[in-house]
């Protein structure tokens, strides 16, 4: 059973470029969850995503940023017009369906971006 | 009340010893406290979690001690090998409702060969 991927694993883009991060959820997973990790810190919860709905974005920044997980394909995390401090690691976790006395998240090995 | 404060920053534990990392929190609708362990450009890594219905769960060297009424919880690392430097953060959530994470801001260990 494949674990969740993501990729690119490194993406560098200039400021004012836009950025595209894809996730998919490790197989029979239906719910997907974007975090960020600024160098030297913790993560950080952006977005909670079930298939075709955003069930809780209270940690995305409300400008530029935006998430899906449409029916088919994986999960995507855009950033519009990116800027230096968007540097850092982007992770994405899936876990199970409903059903779910634990909650359980399996993440992925991460994309790293760089705005120069 | 979201926050989830973690402790020690760094750790330095020589090959053989206990490695023990704290967190507390102050949320008490949180019912569920996993660990992760990361490695240097990897993806964290679920180790063990706990549910505040038992003090303590333990699979293999590593235990995690549940203190509810404190709100604090710990992570010990019996035996610890110099395979085990990484960085360990705890985490919180509900398992109602978001199910987002609450991350502590991690400890760095390092186990001395």
């Known amino acids: 059973n494949a674990g969740v991927m993501q990729n690119p694993r490194h993406l560098v883009r200039r400021r004012g470029q836009e950025a595209r991060l894809r996730c998919s959820p490790m197989k029979g997973h239906s719910h997907v969850y974007w975090y960020r990790q600024l160098p030297e810190e913790g993560l950080k919860f952006m977005v909670y995503?079930?298939?075709?709905?955003?069930?809780?974005e209270s940690g995305m920044p409300k400008e530029r940023f935006s998430a899906e997980f449409p029916k088919e394909g994986p999960s995507i995390l855009r950033i519009q017009q990116v800027v230096r401090g968007d540097s850092a690691a982007y992770f994405c976790?899936?876990?199970?369906?409903?059903?779910?006395?634990?909650?359980?998240?399996?993440f992925g090995p991460g994309t790293r971006l760089t705005v120069l | 009340q979201q926050q989830v404060k973690q402790s020690p920053q760094s750790l330095i534990v020589q090959k053989g010893g206990i490695s023990i990392i704290n967190c507390a929190y102050e949320n008490t609708a949180f019912d569920y406290f996993p660990w992760y362990q990361q490695f240097p450009g990897k993806g964290p890594a679920l180790l063990i979690a706990?549910?505040?219905?038992?003090s303590e769960k333990k699979e293999g060297r590593f235990t995690i001690s549940f203190n509810k009424s404190a709100k604090q919880f710990s992570l010990h690392i019996m035996d610890s090998q110099p395979g085990d430097s990484a960085t360990y953060f705890c985490?919180?959530?509900?398992?109602?409702?978001?199910?987002?994470?609450?991350f502590g801001t991690g400890t760095r260990l390092k186990v001395l060969a």
């Open positions: 995503l079930q298939k075709e709905n955003i069930i809780d």
């Open positions: 985490a919180a959530s509900m398992t109602s409702g978001t199910y987002k994470y609450i």
């Open positions: 976790a899936s876990s199970p369906p409903v059903a779910r006395p634990l909650n359980e998240q399996f």
């Open positions: 706990i549910r505040p219905d038992v």
